[in-house]
């Protein structure tokens, strides 16, 4: 089991907690307890009570949108070092998302009462803010990929930007089944493991059972142009 030392290590090595001031990042990880989650748990629901903030640091874990119909769609999958929950501590609202873990996970946690105290001071709330602009930057160009009419670019942008997400060494190993993606994408199963065979003959990705591997990233963007 990792230990609380190595996730704060983890913590500050990637992702945004890592372009922060290390001053910010020691007040925000010294206020932090740190939970363990097992496969299936849910860290927060659709219209929950905001509880504070939430740091993955190892794991898996998916975020879902409820539908006008109030049925819950993957909006995506995170994969370590990706924080969420200011948003509704800092408006005081309901959770807008589904979180729920797919993989054990160490999560860190900083509480609404805690939030608040390094809120206080201006410079820290500058850095969430930050987070909330790294947030909105991602939906908007997951949006804009998702108004895109050509089904290839909307899937290999999609990958692009979960893989940029994701990080670290190339191969690049998401955690993504092709359901999800299909869903992620508002696109059928079908028309997804189509394009999927096409990037894989052009050894640009590897699909295995629930993940897929970027192993040519820099190919992987140069198809979502010549597909745009």
């Known amino acids: 089991m990792i230990s609380r030392e190595d996730v704060n290590t983890l913590a500050k090595s990637s992702g945004w907690l890592s372009k922060q001031p290390s001053e910010f990042?020691?007040?925000l990880l010294s206020r932090c307890n740190l939970r363990r989650h097992v496969a299936g748990e849910i860290i927060c629901n659709v219209g929950d009570r905001f509880t504070g903030m939430f740091g993955l640091v190892t794991g898996i874990m998916k975020i879902e949108f409820a539908t006008p119909g109030q049925d819950l769609k993957i909006a995506?999958?995170?994969q370590s070092n990706f924080w969420f929950g200011q948003a509704s501590s800092l408006t005081r609202e309901a959770h807008s998302v589904t979180v729920?873990?797919?993989k054990p996970s160490s999560i860190l946690h900083i509480s609404h009462e805690r939030f608040e105290e390094?809120?206080?001071d201006a410079s820290y709330a500058r850095c969430f803010a930050l987070l909330t602009v790294e947030h909105y930057y991602e939906a908007a160009t997951a949006l804009a990929h998702l108004l895109s009419d050509r089904t290839e670019h909307r899937i290999a942008s999609r990958l692009a930007l979960l893989a940029e997400k994701a990080g670290g060494v190339t191969p690049i190993e998401l955690c993504v089944t092709q359901n999800d993606l299909a869903e992620m994408c508002n696109l059928s199963r079908s028309v997804v493991l189509q394009v999927l065979k096409r990037l894989e003959d052009r050894g640009i990705i590897q699909t295995a059972?629930?993940?897929i591997q970027i192993s040519d990233p820099v190919s992987l963007l140069a198809f979502c142009s010549e597909t745009a």
């Open 76 to 78: 995506s999958v995170k």
């Open 25 to 27: 990042q020691e007040a």
């Open 209 to 211: 059972y629930r993940r």
């Open 100 to 102: 729920t873990v797919t």
């Open 118 to 120: 390094l809120m206080a």
